[in-house]
């Protein structure tokens, strides 16, 4: 057991070793202040600039500091600050409510994933004996302990949620009510990947589990396909960049879960990263000048600069990775990879290639496609006849159309640090120059017959623009809790005092009469003492007494019987020797007599409000409630086990107290602060009621 | 040093205030001077508590167990930082929004002795004495509620009072069956006696009593009717001191008397107590989800929260019973700043129904990000303090293996961000609503002075969460104390234990 979990604030528990030769730290900085800048020219007289900025620094620290924590509390510290604000950042455009559900269901999932990580994190801090990252990876545990297949499955819940694998990948097709930098951004090149990099540092502690491995297998190769498919049904654009970034997310996935991938993921954490936050920049380009970011409706525009398209065919060669652009170097990393991990299985590599050139599919489809060609502008044109009017282009800022040739041109820069790691053994078998060749075939296949039947393609995406499955996974959940939540809200505060009272005797009764049950052969016994005759009168008066004042008709019978009850309790005292307690018992009482009879001159006609039923069932709770304490108090008669603390009062209020009486020595002397205590009491019940007297008196019937 | 100005300065300002009952301007700043004393007075007992260890007083020189002993310990003087602390705040916001109608009603008057009720609770080490300051703090809250006297507050306030009175009832029975079976109300010599007597299946009883009475102060399940029919009805300045203070007295009231005296219970009571704290948690969380009303979301919100706080108590380890003094200072300095935001936001539109609200963000900024800083701090991002308790309160499940009650812990929170980001969506990003008629409702300008409470609060909230590696060890620290009682009992009966038990009176 690991005593003080909390991290400190020192370099150790922050980072410690973890931010050596850690390439993602500086990719995650570099797109931050890529994306800073963009934004500043996206968010030109906007007065959103103010509000996405900060969040966008913000979220690109925690970002960082995510890839590097060293503390597994610190390590969650910088996953929450990423969901938290991803959310903030989500619901940029929060007048819109589309923004603001969208944020919420991005927050609901990872909010749920954050929780179950956290429990992951401290079961795997507790039964791993560190709370450090560092340490933990050089451990080797018996995986074969339950314990750690229930940290497994919360570790990987809250990755998943996250990296929106299947099936929780609803969130992020609809975070794209974002504006262009945020979904770029977080999106794509940061926030989504949090799941996989955290799988690649869990990776030495658990790769060799069979659970960790075959779930991560299935789920990241199930989202693989789903995103590669959906995203070519997808018309908007950004909307098809999130499902293809999901698939990417898939396919790292599937390398990230052993260490000996860990180069695969990473390469195409920081290739992907690059190009795709490009993509998304450019669609913000795209966006922002044509006023759409559908294909359908781009195609029909008339004009559409040259710029657009040289960075759209220049962005689509890097997705598709030419040689000497990062993603080229992230594939031989991966086909490197297969290789090893499926021991020459070629199916896996005929699925590869599938998969491989569906991609390529999308990102023409998203890149070049909605730019290229005229025929179909020409027949907008004509159709619309005379009332056809060019479109003017909106200008935009000089920061925005920068930053994606920057990133085009790091992506290729960024090879002299990915080749150098390539010890692919892939070309050895010349497996490589089959795998390009088989991809690119195919893509030109596909591109052939996509080109002939895109109408088809989009009319089919039009139709699934409502997904059905993040819409059962999301709103009908928040409903069933919301149903849920009313039902039990109008049970148990229905807003009524006599029902909450019965609550709460009857609660009582459960609680002690449970223990008195429990416990029978202590309460349940014969009195000590003979009860003498004219005792059992007076308590037979006293009883009769209760009973008249709850069934009289008269509300004056009904405050004399009560008067009854305290005569006959002050005349109990009297046997018992305690006269001064039955003089002010009975001044009270005549007292509360004579105020009451006074008071019903000023009340309102008597009403019953309460059926027969209603009385005869509190009848029975009251009587079964005095039944209990009745039980616990002649428990303790006759059975005081210490006295030592009566005898010394007693003792000591003549010669030290120098009273006379024992009652107003222990009032005013031994517990004299109880006194002033009760003065308090008075003081304050007086204030009140001069205060509600005196509103009365002033307004009269009229109140606010 | 003394303990006894703890609650004198609070009552001698009361009876200040009381003489100058017509002149605002003198009881505002008689209010104001007194609690900032007080909460002076509150740090320099704290650093004496933790430098020289705890301080006894017994009242009128009669030695304990005879007269009334008065403790300020660690669990003691970490709950008056919490009040006080509390109490400046809403007395600066209320100077700031001056309400009136509310301050010609003695309104500071009373919040003075509600204030002396609060730390008499907190540094008595008697029964009856604790049974006293309820009645302090009982009537006091009860005319607090009802001081403006419209319907709506004397409704709520007449709920309040009676299911109070039925705890107090509850409290004087078990106060009277214990004195009659023991024979004494220190609290010392009761947890003397108690360990005595602990197969006594009478004490067991008559402490689920006790329990009772504090469960009903503290709003657990199913006691937990009143808070909700009456957080939402008096002034802001009023619920604040509510929501931060009046539960935490039955949740502190069980540390003190439930755990310290009765302890060890059977196994079946914590086992119920774990289930009942688990439907607390549930029920609260489902109760504020399906709110429309600002403070009726925060009232439902504070009964969830103090279920964790009963969790604490009723996993019966070291780390639960820290994460319960945590969460008990926590929550009140949470709550109360968050009340305060919701009566700075309902006072500017001049309404707390959600669909009223809105537009908050665009108007102030700083009062979105204090707001949404204490909403995290609520649900339990890390450096908050919410995250301190919340790990806290973790691992302690975890080492007693409760994994329902980390399920129900994790859920809860979850539920705790649905719903406070509800709030924020509605009120802070949601453009402010048109009113019935079709026109922009008006709203009047915030106040920045108004912010200066949230702040304080806030900065309280944070350092538990920043120095949480620190306050952990302190909170440990206090619960060790309260499971192994003997310093206590020491320091109170001045005896030394090995010698036996004598108290033949003092030795003058």
Known sequence: MVQNIFPNFNYFDITGPRIENNPLFQFVLFITACTVIYGWGYFENSSKRNYVLPLLILFGLSMAGLVIANHLLWLYFFWECTSVFSYLLIG????????????????????????????GLLLLGEHSGSYYLSEIQLQHFNLEEPIWSTIVVLLLFGIITKSGLLPFQGWLPNAMVAPAPVSGFLHSATLVKAGVILITFLAPVFQEMPLWENSILLLAGLTAWYGAFMALLQNDLKKALAYTTSATIGLIGFASWTEAGNLV????????????????????????????????????????????????????????????????????????????????????FVLCTIWQSLMLINYFRILVFPY?????????????????????????????????????????LSTFKLSQRVTIHASDVGIWEYFTVAVYGLFTLLFFMFYRYHHFVNALGKKLYTEILWKWCYKNKLRMIEKIAIMQTNIVQNGYLRYYLTMFVVATIL????????????????????????????????????????????????????????????????????????????????????VMALLFYDLPRYSRLSSKTDKIRDGIIACIFGGVISILVLSVTDAQIYTEVMDTMLKKTIPEARGHNVVNVILADFRAIDTLGEISVLTTAAIGMYGLLRIRTKKGGDES | ML????????????????????????????????????????????????????????????????????????????????????????????????????????????????????????VTGDLF??????????????????????????????????????????????????????????????????????????????????????????????????????????????GAIFAGLLTKVGIYSMIRVFIFVFNPLPAWIYTLLVIISIITMMSGVLGAYVQSDFRRILAFSSVSQVGFMMLGIALQNEWAMAATILFM????????????????????????????????????????????????????????????????????????????????????????????????????????????????????????????????????????????????????????????????????????????????????
Request: aromatic letters at 14%; one cysteine or more.
């Open chain 2, 3 to 122: 303990i006894t100005p703890i609650i004198c300065i609070p009552l001698f300002g009361a009876a200040i205030t009381l003489l100058f009952y017509k002149d605002r301007e003198v009881q505002q700043w008689t209010s104001t001077v007194v609690i900032a004393i007080h909460t002076l007075y509150t740090f320099l007992l704290t650093l004496n508590v933790f430098g020289y260890g705890s301080l006894v007083e017994y009242v009128g020189n009669w030695d304990a167990p005879i007269g009334i002993t008065l403790i300020a310990d660690q669990l003691s003087v970490l709950m008056l930082i919490m009040t006080s602390v509390v109490m400046l705040a809403v007395n600066i916001y209320s100077r700031i929004a001056t309400d009136a109608k509310l301050e010609s009603q003695g309104y500071h008057s009373v919040v003075l002795i509600l204030l002396a009720g609060l730390s008499g609770t907190f």
């Open chain 1, 372 to 412: 290229i060609g005229t025929r179909e502008r020409y027949q907008a044109m004509h159709e619309s006849a005379e009332g056809f009017q060019e479109k003017s282009v909106k200008t935009i800022s000089i920061w925005m159309k920068v930053i994606p040739v920057v990133l085009a041109i790091s992506s290729v």
């Open chain 2, 329 to 508: 200072i926590h929550h009140g300095f949470v709550k109360s700043g968050l009340f305060i935001t919701s009566g700075i936001c309902g006072k500017s539109v001049g309404s707390f129904y959600m669909n009223r609200l809105g537009g908050f963000l665009d108007k102030s900024p700083l009062l979105g990000i204090l707001f949404l800083t204490l909403a995290f701090s609520l649900i339990g991002v890390p450096f908050t303090s919410g995250f301190t308790v919340k790990i806290m309160l973790l691992k302690s499940c975890i080492m007693n293996k409760e994994w329902v009650a980390i399920f129900a812990l994790l859920v809860v929170s979850f539920m705790t961000m649905l719903y406070m980001l509800k709030i924020w969506s509605e009120v802070f990003w949601k453009k402010l609503p048109l009113d019935e008629d079709g026109k922009v409702s008006k709203s009047k300008p915030l106040e920045t002075g108004m912010f200066i409470p949230v702040v304080i609060v806030l900065i309280f909230s944070l350092m538990i969460g920043i120095f949480g590696n620190v306050l952990s060890e302190v909170a440990i620290d206090t619960a060790k104390k309260i499971y192994d009682r003997d310093e206590y009992i020491q320091k109170v009966l001045r005896l030394n234990l090995k010698e036996g038990l004598s108290y033949t009176g003092s030795e003058k």
């Open chain 1, 92 to 119: 940029t455009y929060y007048e819109k409510k589309e923004s603001r559900e969208s944020s919420l269901q991005a927050l609901f999932i990872t909010g749920a994933g954050g929780l179950s990580l956290l429990l």
């Open chain 1, 265 to 348: 993921a990473f390469s195409w954490i920081l290739a992907h990263g690059l190009y795709k936050s490009a993509s998304f920049y450019f669609v913000g380009i795209i966006e922002k000048k044509y006023e759409s970011r559908n294909i359908l409706k781009l195609r029909k525009l008339f004009s559409i600069e040259f710029f657009d398209k040289i960075i759209g065919f220049s962005l689509f060669f890097c997705c598709i990775g030419i040689p000497f652009t990062a993603s080229y170097y992230a594939k031989k990393h991966l086909v490197d990879f297969y290789l090893n991990l499926f021991q020459q299985n070629y199916y896996a």
């Open chain 1, 511 to 594: 609680l002690l009469g449970g223990s008195i049950y429990f416990y029978s052969e202590t309460f349940i016994r014969k009195p000590v003492t003979e009860i003498l005759i004219y005792e059992l009168i007076i308590v037979a008066m006293i009883i009769i007494a209760a009973f008249m004042s709850t069934i009289t008709r008269s509300r004056m019978a009904s405050i004399v019987s009560l008067g009854a009850v305290g005569m006959g309790c002050s005349v109990l005292y009297l046997f018992y020797s305690a006269p001064d307690l039955a003089m002010t018992q009975f001044l009270t009482d005549t007292l509360i007599v004579v």
């Open chain 2, 129 to 238: 004495n604790l049974y006293v300051w309820f009645e302090v703090i009982l009537m006091s809250s009860f005319v607090l509620l009802s001081i403006k006297g419209n319907k709506e507050q004397l409704e709520g306030g007449i709920k309040y009072v009676t299911l109070n009175l039925f705890a107090s009832l509850l409290f004087l029975c078990a106060a009277g069956l214990i004195y009659g079976l023991l024979g004494t109300l220190n609290l010392a010599d009761l947890s003397l006696k108690v360990a005595e007597n602990i197969s006594d299946p009478r004490i067991h009883t008559f402490a689920l009593m006790l329990w009772i009475a504090f469960a009903i102060k503290a709003a657990i399940f199913p006691f937990y009717s009143w808070l909700p029919s009456s957080y939402h009805t008096p002034p802001i300045a009023v």
